[in-house]
């Protein structure tokens, strides 16, 4: 039997990732609002909504680290897995966001958030990185995370992931990753993600690695999506 068991799994539609006052705003990102309510309407048999959720020294804040090399967007700094002090990588600074009791962390209004079942917070550990809902950059799961996003949908039977958000080039792409590495059949849909760079570099880059791994992009009039909306109508 080809069992369709569809999540909705919405990244990181946070006041600091949209325009006007974001401090890390990525263009066009509040617009994704009318789309992904749309799909909050659908008979998904859970809706999920991951959130940075970051301490105010997280590693990955620029003023989280001493000059010269503390520019936001192009210094890097080498980071320590936690779990394994041999292993490093190297790590991008960002502008302070998304800081845990601020307003930035919250979910933009424009969001229909009582539509959502489940809020991921993620990044809560100042020491790492953790741009996917499922593990954090050395693929951890640990209380970086408020729950455990794979055995929650893997609880709940699911089969197939329908994600959007922000970042396209980075969130998005990392969680839909980790997604297709826990088994799902993921999608992301193009209507509902915008990235901080649309051009080859980032989205163009994000595609071609959703490719090798086996992750379509697809469209929300596509036959993905109104597979969605048969089982609603139903």
């Known amino acids: 039997m080809n069992y369709f068991v569809p999540a909705l799994v919405v990244v990181d539609m946070q006041e600091d990732?949209?325009?006007?006052?974001?401090s890390l705003a990525i263009a066009g990102g509040r617009e994704l609002a009318p789309v992904i309510n749309e799909l909050l309407k659908q008979s998904?048999?859970?809706?999920?909504?991951?959130?940075?959720?970051?301490?105010?020294?997280?590693?990955?804040?620029?003023?989280?680290?001493?000059?010269p090399n503390n520019k936001a967007f192009d210094s890097t700094v080498t980071v320590a897995n936690p779990t394994n002090p041999a292993e490093s990588k190297e790590l991008a600074l960002w502008p302070v966001h998304c800081v845990q009791g601020t307003p930035g962390a919250e979910i933009i209004e424009q969001i229909h958030v009582t539509e959502i079942d489940v809020i991921?917070?993620?990044?809560?550990?100042?020491?790492?990185?953790?741009?996917?809902?499922f593990a954090d950059m050395f693929g951890n799961k640990s209380e970086a995370a408020s729950l455990d996003l794979a055995a929650l949908l893997h609880g709940k039977g699911v089969t197939h992931i329908y994600?959007?958000?922000?970042?396209g080039d980075a969130c998005v792409k990392c969680t839909a990753v980790d997604a297709k590495l826990e088994g799902f059949e993921t999608y992301v849909i193009r209507e509902g993600t915008r990235?901080?760079?649309?051009?080859?570099?980032?989205?163009?880059?994000?595609?071609k690695e959703f490719q090798k791994c086996g992750i379509k992009v697809v469209s929300m009039n596509g036959p993905e999506v109104d597979r969605v909306k048969a089982v609603t109508r139903l």
Do not use: I
């Open 17 to 22: 990732f949209c325009q006007p006052n974001g």
């Open 44 to 67: 998904f048999v859970l809706k999920v909504a991951t959130k940075d959720f970051h301490p105010s020294d997280h590693v990955s804040f620029d003023t989280s680290h001493p000059p």
């Open 120 to 133: 991921v917070e993620k990044g809560r550990d100042k020491r790492v990185e953790m741009y996917s809902g």
């Open 163 to 167: 994600m959007v958000g922000l970042a």
């Open 195 to 207: 990235s901080v760079n649309e051009g080859e570099a980032g989205w163009g880059a994000a595609v």
